[in-house]
């Protein structure tokens, strides 16, 4: 079993807040990741780091931040939430090396009213 | 750019076997995977397959690659209504992140 974590696993929250979704991994993987998945099931890839203080944009824009101060903490912040930011959120890691097998944690379910 | 297709959904009866494919476009994947997603979870690997393999058996599952045709199949064998999940084809390109197909959802029938 993976040991990557998400917190909170569910949040309702208003128009305009501040949030910060919590991602952390204790098996000393270089690599994280953010994805937002429609109710449709797609995944897109919004956010990436490949190492501490390394973080990259990914194919689907978005207008939320991380940081990876830490190797093993992947924060991501949207400054003022809306609407369409309601979806579920992935966080994963990986460890560089020939199988590059993406762990996944178990979501954040993301409602903005 | 690299794409990865998957169709949408499948249904099957429980004890059939199913079978969920996959093309991809860039020929120069290492590694192809399969994950599952159950409901409010995140993906799990399910299996995977190095390039120059043309198959991978591991108890109930089945992947076959045809690299000539960049199509990658999965192959559960006994579907069970537990099977009944998103499942997912992604390649691995290198070092950069994987890509994934849209997913496929599978129902199972009892």
């Known amino acids: 079993e993976a040991d990557i974590y998400q917190t909170p696993r569910y949040l309702v929250i208003g128009t305009g807040k501040k949030i910060t979704l919590e991602c952390s991994q204790t098996?000393?993987?270089?690599?994280m990741y953010w994805y937002q998945q429609d109710p449709g099931m797609e995944l897109h890839l919004i956010h990436y780091?490949?190492?501490?203080?390394?973080?990259e944009k990914g194919d689907l824009s978005s207008e939320s931040t991380v940081s990876r101060i830490r190797t093993e903490h992947f924060p991501l912040t949207l400054e003022s939430a809306r609407p369409s930011h309601t979806s579920q959120y992935l966080c994963?890691?990986?460890?560089?090396?020939?199988?590059?097998?993406?762990?996944f944690g178990p979501g954040t379910r993301l409602t903005v009213l | 750019g690299e794409d990865v297709e998957q169709s949408l959904f499948l249904s099957v009866r429980e004890g059939d076997s199913s079978v969920i494919n996959c093309t991809y476009t860039d020929s120069s994947s290492t590694y192809l995977y399969w994950y599952k997603q159950e409901p409010g979870a995140g993906l799990q690997l399910l299996t995977y397959i190095f390039s120059n393999m043309d198959m991978k058996q591991d108890q109930r599952l089945t992947v076959l690659l045809n690299k000539k045709d960049k199509h990658l199949s999965l192959r559960i064998a006994d579907t069970q209504t537990g099977d009944s999940a998103i499942y997912f084809c992604a390649e691995s390109i290198g070092n950069t992140p994987l890509v994934f197909g849209k997913g496929t959802r599978l129902s199972v029938i009892a």
């Open positions: 780091s490949y190492g501490v203080n390394s973080t």
């Open positions: 994963a890691s990986s460890e560089t090396g020939r199988v590059n097998e993406q762990f």
């Open positions: 098996m000393g993987h270089d690599k």
